[in-house]
């Protein structure tokens, strides 16, 4: 912006930095998109491992953990009830994957502001330094929350 007299042009805000991203953060965060992939195949416990990972990546609020805390574990909850209310083995990959999907929706909801604080005020503007791939994050993830879905189905089975 041109420097003018008159001080009610001139900007004032050009070195605000609400955070320091320059190098403070040991690894990028992952794309909030991409916590769909282990949301569907994993279902909502790995969807939940993932994204609390993730917004301590992006440094979201204090009060954003526990909002993704609280829908995940509510679907997860609710998929292998379900899963066994319909008479499904193993929890019933479909009804987990669903409710995967249907926790998403509110947990990258959640990040979104911090991605975008993040994203505003990245170093730099190539994607691939910006994000972190987050594929072998998830085939792991995804395989632990397997097989505690499992395991859960299996508890629940009992009680019911």
């Known amino acids: 912006m041109p420097r003018t007299g008159d001080a009610l042009l001139t900007p004032t805000l050009t070195d605000h930095r609400p955070r320091d991203y320059t190098g403070s953060i040991e690894r990028p965060p992952w794309r909030t998109g991409s916590l769909v992939y282990g949301a569907i195949l994993g279902g909502p416990l790995a969807l939940l491992i993932l994204a609390l990972f993730d917004a301590g990546r992006l440094r979201a609020p204090a009060g954003t953990a526990q909002r993704i805390a609280a829908v995940c574990v509510a679907c997860l909850v609710a998929s292998v009830t379900v899963a066994r209310l319909l008479g499904l083995d193993a929890g019933g990959r479909l009804v987990v994957g669903l409710f995967g999907l249907l926790a998403f929706v509110p947990v990258r909801r959640s990040l979104l502001p911090a991605d975008r604080i993040r994203?505003?005020?990245?170093?730099?503007?190539?994607?691939?330094?910006?994000?972190?791939?987050?594929?072998?994050?998830?085939?792991?993830?995804?395989?632990?929350?397997?097989?505690?879905?499992?395991?859960?189905?299996?508890?629940?089975?009992?009680v019911l």
């Open 119 to 158: 994203a505003m005020y990245a170093p730099d503007d190539d994607e691939a330094v910006v994000y972190e791939s987050i594929f072998a994050v998830t085939v792991g993830v995804v395989f632990f929350s397997l097989l505690v879905t499992v395991l859960l189905d299996a508890i629940v089975g009992e």
